[in-house]
């Protein structure tokens, strides 16, 4: 398969991936920032709270972050359960699977609905009168107040797609060993970088997008799985896995990572465009531009994949103290920020102040509390321990 080093020269296998590491803590971190903004649309988009001062800067900052976060923390998924495989076996790596993502999700769920469902109900009172009330009423959509996973919904898909790998090793063993080794050896001689890799996954990500008006498909935070989900991001964790048995393609993705991201840009600027120009279903337009919009968006998305995996590898592959500080508290910055901000934005309702300023303050005031409660009470008690499968010093050392 050729050497298995990323751009540094280690070993896949037998060393951390630090830049990797550090790249799936930032596509969580990024959700503070994502949400943040989501307070402050001027599209007509409300999820708990949306503030009366709006900027569209903030619709640009939500689109941006919201066409590769996700599809490259999926594809970082699958190339850490992949890893894991290859490392421990698939006995000790669904232990693990279990114990880091199943645990969390029942553990911290409870808390955050109860939390969150909560604070839902005081925001609508604040939306619709002004004041901090619990008339419960005023949700429009009740059902979302039980059928809800909150910010927990990417456990819960990746939860299935770790069921789906289980199901898959089981299915292997009832093929035929030709077929098999033929699809190990097809993945193993396509490089990650080649037009044909990146056109299956691209087009594969346009033809399921193209079911939504915005060409790309989001998250669904009900427990009714949804097909469309599942498929989308399904494809971003099967690029992650076959990445890794191409792992020693990190090598040209570093090299070539400032082209792709602005091949990432570029097709992105273009499906904004599309998506502009297509209109409502029934305009004369809307097919040629939905589609045009479609296949934009699922090559933006692969390059900027490929472009964040490449340029984390290139620039952080080394241990630095402070940067395994911040992806070892990623995960509970992630689960935990959802009460903060909104704690944060509801008494500004009233504050006739530029959203920007409002954003920025809600933004880092939430990553302030979410890393001193991290740094209190997570990471050195039992709770880090489930989340990083270790508990650590207070401070970080040096290699």
């Known amino acids: 398969?050729?050497?298995?080093?990323?751009?540094?020269?280690?070993?896949?296998?037998?060393?951390?991936?630090?830049?990797?590491?550090?790249?799936?803590?930032?596509?969580?971190?990024?959700?503070?920032?994502?949400?943040?903004?989501?307070?402050y649309l001027t599209m007509d988009m409300v999820d708990y709270y949306r503030d009366p001062m709006r900027s569209v800067s903030m619709d640009l900052t939500l689109i941006f972050i919201n066409t590769f976060r996700m599809p490259t923390f999926y594809l970082l998924s699958g190339f850490f359960t992949a890893l894991l495989l290859a490392r421990r076996g698939p006995d000790r790596m669904f232990r693990n699977r279990y114990q880091r993502l199943v645990i969390p999700f029942i553990l911290f769920l409870p808390p955050l609905a109860i939390s969150m469902t909560l604070l839902r109900i005081v925001a609508a009172n604040v939306m619709a009168t002004g004041d901090f009330g619990l008339d419960i009423n005023l949700i429009d959509r009740p059902r979302i107040l039980w059928d809800n996973t909150h910010n927990l919904w990417f456990l819960y898909y990746l939860i299935m797609y770790v069921v789906s790998v289980w199901l898959a090793l089981q299915l292997c063993r009832y093929l035929p060993d030709d077929f098999c080794?033929?699809?190990?050896?097809?993945?193993?001689?396509?490089?990650?970088?080649?037009?044909?890799?990146?056109?299956t996954?691209?087009?594969?990500?346009?033809?399921?997008?193209?079911?939504?008006?915005?060409?790309?498909?989001?998250?669904?935070?009900?427990?009714?799985?949804?097909?469309?989900?599942?498929?989308?991001?399904?494809?971003?964790?099967?690029?992650?896995?076959?990445l890794f048995q191409r792992r020693e393609d990190i090598t040209v993705l570093a090299r070539r990572g400032w082209g792709y991201m602005t091949a990432a840009c570029f097709f992105l600027v273009v499906a904004l465009v599309c998506f502009e120009l297509q209109g409502k279903s029934d305009a004369a337009g809307y097919q040629l531009f939905h589609t045009l919009l479609s296949v934009s968006t699922g090559l933006s998305v692969c390059f900027f994949m490929l472009a964040f995996v490449g340029l984390f590898c290139r620039y952080f592959h080394r241990h630095q103290p402070w940067i395994r500080y911040f992806s070892d508290s990623a995960y509970w910055v992630f689960i935990s920020h959802s009460v903060p901000m909104i704690l944060l934005a509801l008494p500004m309702h009233s504050w006739e102040v530029v959203a920007e300023i409002k954003f920025l303050l809600v933004c880092s005031g939430t990553m302030l509390v979410c890393m001193l409660t991290y740094h209190r009470w997570v990471r050195n008690t039992r709770i880090g321990e489930i989340l990083n499968g270790r508990r650590y010093g207070t401070l970080p050392k040096p290699p």
């Not at 939504?212 to 949804?226: H, Y």
Request: with cysteine; charged share 10%.
């Open 181 to 199: 080794a033929h699809i190990r050896r097809w993945t193993a001689r396509t490089p990650a970088y080649s037009i044909v890799a990146i056109f």
């Open 201 to 242: 996954v691209s087009l594969s990500l346009a033809a399921i997008g193209s079911f939504s008006e915005a060409g790309r498909i989001t998250g669904k935070l009900s427990f009714m799985p949804s097909i469309s989900v599942y498929l989308y991001f399904g494809i971003c964790f099967l690029t992650g896995w076959v």
């Open 1 to 39: 398969m050729g050497t298995n080093k990323d751009a540094s020269g280690s070993d896949h296998i037998g060393q951390r991936l630090h830049g990797l590491d550090f790249l799936r803590a930032v596509m969580m971190s990024l959700g503070v920032v994502l949400h943040s903004a989501q307070l």
